[in-house]
């Protein structure tokens, strides 16, 4: 029984990492900490660094699991050497810098998935070592690297979102998923298709050569792009759809030939993998591979990557729900007795879902990744056909096109959806079978899709429960399932910040580690 090893991403997406024992036992995302969305990298910057978070981290280790001294202290890219301040609040053996960008991406996923080895695919928005790296992955290995391209698909995928009307606050780390629900709106334009390829496969530098990328892309489509006047309508649904039809085409063209030659299980990391809609033609177009997507393909799984080189670990690295506790769970019980809090059955929050009530949800530790997965949700029933449209406007305060996504238990997935297996971290968006669309007005996508998360009661007793139950009342075993924040803030980690969204929302019930809240 050695000391624990802690690894950081102090970039974007900032995130930490505890390893003990070949287990990894806490994740903590910086954004949960601070309240600032994908915790920018400035706040990293020696001028602008928080000590006080970081020594606030090293408690709440320190109390959540008894840790005061670490065997080796890894951070990632960024840094020729680890920075004294780290050393001073972190006591360790070893302080390791490691640069290994999709390495780490790759190693992430690998020792997430079933499988001993594969073909993985990494790719994002750029790093030290490049946009988009395939390895060869076999856990205990290093990995080895068969191709890399110099084609940056995620930043430019990003700067779609600039010329969208309908996308209220472009921000660069979340601009792609806005875009990838307004595509789903539009048609392809062929006379698009030339240019933004040629966008798309430009070498300019993305940072530095921002402006006259816009100015470069509105000659070739035709059509004057700026902050003031951005494509409207049916326009910009065909601009966002014809874009991710050449984001989809390029990436087939750098990994059929691999992932044919060596027919080995697919999996897909980096930033770019969080396009779900790019993961199911992936797993369409190779039914007889499995495709495996971890719930933290993004940067914020780099230190699990980085902890996973150095230990390798023998058994499957399980991170679903390793974020952090609620920060403020000693307080819960004068949160009761201030808000009548009280102790209910599952009948009543089933009859609550039934009624067209919206419940925010807090139980145990988070999920780790961008994805709420049952422990930070917000859930309701499907059916209303008005339900969308009131949790975006009323509840979550964002764009009208932006998609929901239904949670059903794993043995009735094949009953609502064009799907077979688990797709337990929202990775892939089946078709929602024809019979069930009207029936599921509020997870069925304007294409006929759904982003499906399957549940077992292994994996999460309480939300299986409630759908079993609200299956038996109604019929239908499906219900919406969002993070539990509202737009351009991270997924909540603190009773406090529950209430203000139930207080300042059209959320109508709150449940927090069994305690249950009407408002």
Not at 198 to 211: D, G, M
Not at 245 to 250: A, P, S
Not at 341 to 352: F, N, S, Y
Not at 482 to 504: C, G, H, M, Q
Request: hydrophobic share 35%; with cysteine.
């Amino acid at each position: 029984m050695g000391l624990p090893n802690i690894a950081l991403h102090q970039h974007h997406n900032a995130t930490l990492a505890v390893e003990k024992d070949g287990d990894i036992v806490e994740i903590i995302e910086f954004e949960r900490f601070i309240n600032l969305k994908n915790a920018s990298h400035e706040f990293f910057q020696p001028i602008h660094c928080k000590d006080f978070i970081l020594q606030h981290i090293y408690d709440y280790l320190k109390s959540t699991h008894g840790f005061t001294e670490y065997d080796n202290f890894i951070i990632g890219q960024g840094w020729q050497e680890v920075p004294q301040r780290y050393k001073d609040i972190f006591p360790s053996n070893n302080y390791i810098v490691d640069e290994k960008h999709h390495p780490s991406h790759a190693a992430s996923s690998l020792y997430q998935s079933p499988h001993n080895e594969a073909i993985i695919v990494s790719f994002d928005g750029g790093a030290n070592d490049g946009f988009f790296n395939i390895f060869k992955g076999v856990k205990g290995q290093e990995m080895k690297l068969i191709k890399n391209f110099s084609i940056d698909l995620g930043s430019h995928y990003h700067l779609i979102g600039l010329f969208c009307e309908d996308i209220k606050h472009y921000e660069q780390l979340t601009a792609a998923g806005k875009v990838l629900g307004l595509q789903s709106y539009g048609n392809v334009r062929e006379e698009w298709v030339e240019p933004l390829t040629k966008f798309f496969r430009s070498n300019i530098p993305y940072f530095s050569n921002l402006e006259q990328k816009k100015i470069n892309l509105s000659d070739e489509i035709g059509i004057p792009f700026s902050e003031h006047n951005k494509l409207q309508g049916q326009e910009q649904y065909d601009f966002a759809r014809t874009a991710q039809k050449v984001f989809e085409t390029i990436f087939f063209e750098c990994t059929d030939l691999t992932i044919q030659e060596y027919n080995l299980p697919i999996i897909l990391t980096g930033g770019c993998a969080l396009n779900i809609v790019l993961n199911t033609k992936v797993k369409n177009r190779y039914p007889e591979l499995d495709v495996f997507v971890a719930p933290n393909s993004s940067d914020s799984g780099i230190p699990i990557g980085l902890l996973c080189n150095l230990v390798k670990p023998t058994k499957i690295v399980d991170v679903t729900y390793k974020g952090v506790d609620s920060l403020d769970k000693f307080l819960l019980m004068e949160y009761v007795n201030e808000r009548n809090g009280r102790k209910v059955e599952i009948e009543a929050i089933v009859q609550d879902l039934i009624n067209q009530r919206i419940l925010g949800l807090i139980q145990g530790k988070s999920e780790h990744g961008p994805r709420a997965l049952g422990n930070r949700s917000i859930i309701c029933s499907p059916i209303p056909l008005n339900m969308k449209d009131t949790l975006n406007h009323k509840v979550k305060h964002r764009e009208w096109f932006r998609p929901f996504a239904p949670i059903v238990r794993l043995e009735d997935v094949s009953e609502y959806f064009e799907w077979e297996g688990e797709s337990r971290w929202m990775n892939f968006c089946p078709k929602v079978k024809k019979e069930w669309r009207d029936r599921l007005p509020a997870v069925t996508h304007v294409d006929g899709t759904g982003r499906v998360q399957t549940v077992t009661k292994e994996q999460n007793p309480l939300i299986y429960d409630i759908l079993t139950l609200f299956k038996e009342k109604t019929g239908v075993g499906v219900l919406v399932n969002t993070s539990f924040n509202v737009d351009r803030k991270p997924i909540l980690s603190s009773y406090k910040d529950a209430f203000k969204v139930f207080d300042e929302t059209q959320l109508d019930r709150l449940y927090l580690d069994g305690y249950y809240f009407v408002k």
